[in-house]
């Protein structure tokens, strides 16, 4: 096997026992540690450490470190919440998310630089196009990442269906799941009562086990970047420079689309963190149990990864404008339907079909929002994209700050709002782009999106 794809093997791997154990987690945060809001502040803390990690850390550790030490003690970060998760309390959660914040941004910064050098090297011994290599190199990596959030999920709730001593959710119980849940200490816990401690420690020690194991793999089988490629690894540190990135960021806001954009960003956030904080805990295991928990967001991956593909690959045809449309339609169904709904057991489908539809329109958030950032600002690509980071995890940090504070009711109102919102200057920004160049460019021009996506997803 050629020794730069055997090390691309390695990295994907890597983050696919990492990410089983993280995805995982991050799912059952809000049902797990519901007393006092315990789960979804640690998620709001997290990703709040990942705006200032992503504004300080990566150019620093990746420079000292370099990418194999760089993507090994990132993964450490990881391994570390898993760890604070076995006896959760604001003294272990809360550092350990802020841990976790810090060493997400180097990772993916790591991880990218490594497949970038490890691509335009084999283009280079090969006599072939380096985009084209790290185009399929990254395509490789995805492939094997994604799955990840079916894993992790699986594991789950394998491991929770195994309670003994499952109890039937009461009529009155159930009167406090859905959008006008009872916003009680006890509310919501129904569902995961039955769950032991040792099911519980089962659970945690699989997903240490296996970030564990990500980091002996990176350790043991990741090659060092060679003498003769330090150099080309240099360069894409420091062109431009870090200081220059930063103030860049910043000064990228000077674009008036890129102002125009921030809703649309942020409500990026605030749709994924309802459905992992708030649909999760409100209406999965409030109503059904958390051993369901699992299940149904193995709906949502997998429906995320078929539709990014699809949509990755019809929107040349079918323009960006249509399929933002078909997105924003779905959602707004979703937010009416969870409106009404009242969550009972015996309408089992309906659990699943509400993870299905918000994994199409994420899945179009997703691939569009990147696409159309590498569009607009092609010459600025670095600044545009801190700032899609940047806007995308304050969204997170928001809809999981407010998570216990509000009834989901409330919640699905500002949802709805921002979406509105991020039309109407959606809309403005595709009104200037056709005032100022009559011919648009094409969505030829989008490289890398796949693998610019997943960098906001930790």
Not at 19 to 40: I, N
Not at 397 to 422: D, E, F, G, H
Request: with cysteine.
């Amino acid at each position: 096997m050629e020794r730069n794809l055997k090390n691309v093997l390695v990295i994907s791997f890597g983050f696919l026992l990492l990410f089983t154990a993280y995805g995982g987690l991050q799912s059952l945060q809000s049902s797990l540690h519901s007393e006092e809001g315990l789960g979804v502040a640690s998620l709001s803390v997290l990703y709040a450490a990942l705006i200032l990690s992503s504004m300080f850390l990566p150019p620093i550790l990746i420079k000292k470190l370099g990418c194999k030490w760089t993507i090994a003690g990132s993964m450490c970060c990881y391994i570390a919440f898993s760890l604070g998760n076995f006896y959760a309390s604001w003294y272990t959660l809360i550092p350990t998310s802020v841990i976790l914040g810090l060493g997400g941004a180097p990772l993916w910064s790591a991880k990218c630089t490594y497949l970038t050098i490890a691509g335009n090297s084999y283009a280079e011994k090969a006599g072939k196009n380096g985009k084209d290599i790290i185009n399929q190199y990254f395509g490789v990596f995805f492939l094997i990442f994604q799955s990840s959030g079916i894993w992790g999920n699986l594991i789950s709730s394998l491991i929770f269906s195994q309670a003994s001593n499952k109890v039937e959710i009461s009529e009155e119980n159930l009167a406090c799941c859905g959008a006008y849940d009872c916003m009680t200490d006890t509310t919501n816990t129904t569902g995961s009562a039955e769950i032991s401690n040792s099911l519980i420690y089962t659970l945690l020690g699989i997903y240490t086990a296996s970030g564990v194991l990500a980091v002996l793999l990176i350790v043991i089988f990741l090659d060092q970047i060679k003498s003769d490629q330090a150099e080309t690894e240099k360069e894409i540190l420091e062109t431009p420079s870090f200081w220059s990135t930063f103030l860049a960021t910043f000064q990228h806001l000077k674009d008036k689309r890129q102002c125009l954009l921030i809703p649309l960003t942020m409500y990026s956030g605030f749709e994924q963190g309802f459905l992992s904080g708030d649909y999760t805990k409100t209406y999965v295991t409030c109503a059904l149990g958390i051993h369901y928990v699992g299940y149904v967001m193995i709906c949502f991956s997998a429906v995320n990864s078929l539709c990014s593909l699809l949509f990755g690959r019809i929107s040349e045809f079918t323009g960006r404008k249509l399929l933002f449309a078909l997105a924003t339609v779905a959602n707004t169904a979703c937010v009416i339907a969870l409106l009404l709904w009242k969550p009972h057991p015996k309408q089992l489908a309906v659990f699943f079909v509400f993870p299905a539809l918000w994994g199409l329109s994420d899945a179009i958030w997703q691939t569009q929002t990147n696409g159309l950032y590498g569009i607009l600002f092609e010459k600025h690509k670095e600044a545009a994209f801190a700032n899609y980071r940047l806007w995308e995890s304050l969204g997170f940090v928001i809809a999981y700050a407010y998570s216990t504070k509000l009834q989901v009711y409330i919640k699905l109102y500002i949802l709805l709002s921002v979406l509105v919102l991020s039309m109407v200057t959606y809309g403005a920004v595709e009104y200037l782009e056709a005032k100022s160049s009559p011919e648009t460019p094409t969505a030829t021009k989008k490289e890398n999106v796949g693998a610019l996506t997943q960098e906001t997803h930790m």
